[in-house]
């Protein structure tokens, strides 16, 4: 039966529905169930409640909201075109899902403005807004003072029944209820509905019991179709419970208001095609061309514009005031917003010698996290349950806990993937926190949507990454990575880095603190390394260097990572004695190599030297690009063992009497 009627935010909720219809059906692609099923929530956020200023999408203290269902972004677009945001504009909207559009078929962060993180890969959303949240809630206790709060903002969430369904959201959800984030409000589009159809074929647990457990305040509007007050009263209510998480859980219709296609699969991820749009459009009483957004609903949503200037004038007051009383935590708050680091930052990275005591370089790795931590104060991060292995932990602060947020050491707990997507949310904060999460190289495969996602997203984060090879040993083959650098270097936008010693160590984090738009994953070894002659952070940076150089033109070059580089050095001296030319390059990384121009890669890697062999405790995969067809490798293309860490080096050929023999046998 169609509606007789329509408020003035009934138009205004059904000027987001066919928005959402109209650029899928132009685009003949698209998800428009959610949006046409959740309108009335995102109407409620983007109308009554939040607080954001569209002329500025980068005020610091906007509320930040994540669409966690990413797939329907349209929801998204149609808010940020509405309320008035520049660079959304209505051919913004009939370009969805075209080349070069600022509205692509995920939300993405860096193509369009609004948009606060990347969401696609189901349950990251949710997981990015307890960074975000976390984020929020160590910069409030950092720079709130009793007669001056400068940090006061929310996050919401929008997620589905598949962000529920993902194990990353749990783990992300399980620690902000351990940790009381009361900042977060998530409002779950409880609609039943997935690809496969019904969620009853899959999917039958009680969310809301489940997010009880996690330690949620946990709320339901029964008809999120049409309940305006009721989805506004829920908000508010979360609002008031400030020691908590909240989730409200919305009970919808996907794709309200398609007689034919509403409350199905057939609704979620396809156009509903020229037939069903009439009928909907007959259903709503939609009596408007495509994308025609009628003047009163535009005008409704247009005073979005002059209540972010009113918001946006009120905190600059107040910040003007905080400046004026407390002008030394006033000038470290605008030159963290800045993302400008600390003057003189990079003296405090450590610096050795031959003479220094050789060291695992996850220790090395722990002395220079602590040296920094001291004078970059925007340093927050941690380990998933491995701080003593990875040793993370910086001393000169706490750990963040529930009424301790001031503190700058995260606590993960076993929750690798959630670590990753946190961390993302906490880099994409838009406050000049640097974060960074920790484990065992090899359980990156756990995280590995959320480091792809650093790395799309342009989001800094550091990856510290410990026990690289098989040189860790007795745990064996299921936590002794081979392939894993290899498969971390296919990543766009990502900065891979084994050192081979100390100054590599300080190289490599002068490497990743200094880039906010690209992570940078290091891996470190548990075995002792000596500090090489040769070594230097200068050199880290530019990705590979020679560290043993020869007169003349070499015969040889040996090329090492991490801890093979000095086996190729103690092996160079050897061929040197039987009259050999050889230079030793250590290669720290890839792509800071390939970032270097022609000129200094021929320097380093010469064509005419062919007589070439890489030395590297994983995979061969990839290593023909430096090598050549006239070189070779000392690589494991196999599993690991359960032995000794030194006993597996020496039995998958990582002895210089190896490196020797292969060197001469080309």
Request: with cysteine; aromatic share 8%.
């Amino acid at each position: 039966m169609a509606v007789a009627t329509q408020s003035l935010e009934e138009l205004c909720i059904n000027s987001i529905r066919f928005l959402a219809i109209d650029a899928v059906e132009k685009a003949k692609s698209g998800h428009p169930g959610l949006p046409m099923g959740a309108a009335p929530m995102a109407f409620v956020l983007w109308d009554r409640i939040m607080r954001y200023n569209p002329k500025n999408p980068d005020w610091f203290n906007r509320d930040r909201f994540v669409l966690s269902a990413g797939h329907g972004c349209m929801l998204q677009y149609a808010m940020l075109y509405l309320t008035g945001y520049d660079g959304v504009t209505i051919e913004d909207i009939k370009q969805f899902r075209q080349w070069g559009s600022r509205t692509p078929g995920h939300p993405e962060n860096f193509e369009t403005e609004g948009v606060e993180v990347t969401t696609g890969p189901l349950g990251q959303g949710i997981a990015n807004g307890v960074g975000l949240a976390m984020a929020e809630a160590h910069l409030a206790a950092k720079f709130n003072k009793p007669d001056a709060t400068i940090v006061d903002h929310y996050t919401y969430v929008i997620l589905g029944d598949g962000c529920n369904q993902e194990g990353v959201s749990g783990e992300a959800c399980s620690l902000a209820g351990h940790l009381g984030l009361g900042k977060v409000i998530a409002l779950y589009d409880d609609n039943h509905i997935s690809i496969d159809g019904s969620t009853d074929v899959s999917f039958t647990e009680d969310v809301s019991k489940r997010f009880e457990a996690y330690g949620w305040h946990v709320l339901h509007v029964e008809d999120g179709n049409t309940d305006i007050d009721g989805i506004t009263k829920a908000i508010e209510e979360a609002k008031a419970v400030t020691d908590k998480p909240s989730m409200i859980k919305v009970t919808t219709t996907i794709g309200y208001g398609s007689p034919g296609k509403g409350n199905t699969a057939g609704v979620h991820g396809a156009a509903l095609g020229g037939d069903e749009v009439t009928a909907t459009r007959k259903y709503l009483v939609w009596n408007h061309e495509p994308f025609e957004v009628p003047e009163d609903a535009l005008s409704r949503f247009r005073k979005a514009v002059d209540r972010g200037a009113e918001a946006e004038a009120e905190w600059n007051k107040t910040y003007a005031d905080y400046k004026a009383k407390y002008p030394e935590d006033a000038a470290e708050f605008d030159r963290m917003m800045s993302g400008t680091l600390p003057e003189g930052w990079e003296k405090a990275l450590p610096t050795y010698t031959p003479e220094d005591k050789a060291l695992a370089t996850r220790k090395n790795s722990e002395m220079t996290l602590n040296a920094l931590a001291e004078v970059i104060p925007e340093l927050i991060g941690g380990s998933a349950d491995l701080t003593h292995s990875n040793l993370t932990f910086m001393e000169v602060s706490g750990s963040f806990q529930k009424g301790a947020y001031e503190n700058r050491n995260l606590r993960f707990g076993v929750r690798e993937h959630g670590m990753g997507a946190i961390c993302n949310g906490i880099a994409l904060h838009d406050s000049g926190l640097i974060a960074y999460g920790a484990t065992f190289l090899i359980f990156t495969d756990y995280m590995r949507a959320a480091i792809r996602l650093s790395a799309l997203s342009e989001a800094g984060c550091l990856w510290i990454m410990t026990h690289d090879s098989v040189a860790l040993g007795e745990d064996g083959p299921t936590h002794q990575p081979i392939e894993t650098i290899a498969s971390l270097r296919a990543i766009p936008n990502l900065v891979v880095i084994r050192p081979a010693d100390g100054n590599e160590t300080s190289g490599a984090y002068k490497v990743a603190i200094s880039n906010r738009k690209r992570p940078t994953l290091m891996a470190f070894t548990r075995q002792g390394l000596p500090n090489l002659a040769g070594s230097s952070i200068e050199g880290t940076e530019k990705g590979a260097y020679a560290v043993v150089e020869c007169d003349g033109t070499p015969d040889l070059i040996l090329i090492g990572t991490g801890s093979e580089v000095s086996l190729c050095v103690e092996a160079a001296e050897k061929l040197s004695a039987s009259g050999k030319k050889v230079r030793v390059v250590s290669m720290p990384s890839w792509e800071l190599f390939e970032d270097q121009d022609e000129a200094y890669r021929e320097s380093v890697l010469p064509k005419a030297v062919t007589k070439r062999l890489a030395v590297e405790a994983g995979c061969s995969f990839g290593w023909e690009r430096y090598v050549g067809f006239e070189g070779d490798t000392i690589s494991i293309d196999r599993f690991g063992a359960s032995a000794p860490g030194g006993t597996n080096m020496e039995k998958f050929g990582y002895t210089v009497e190896n490196v020797v023999a292969k060197a001469e046998a080309l």
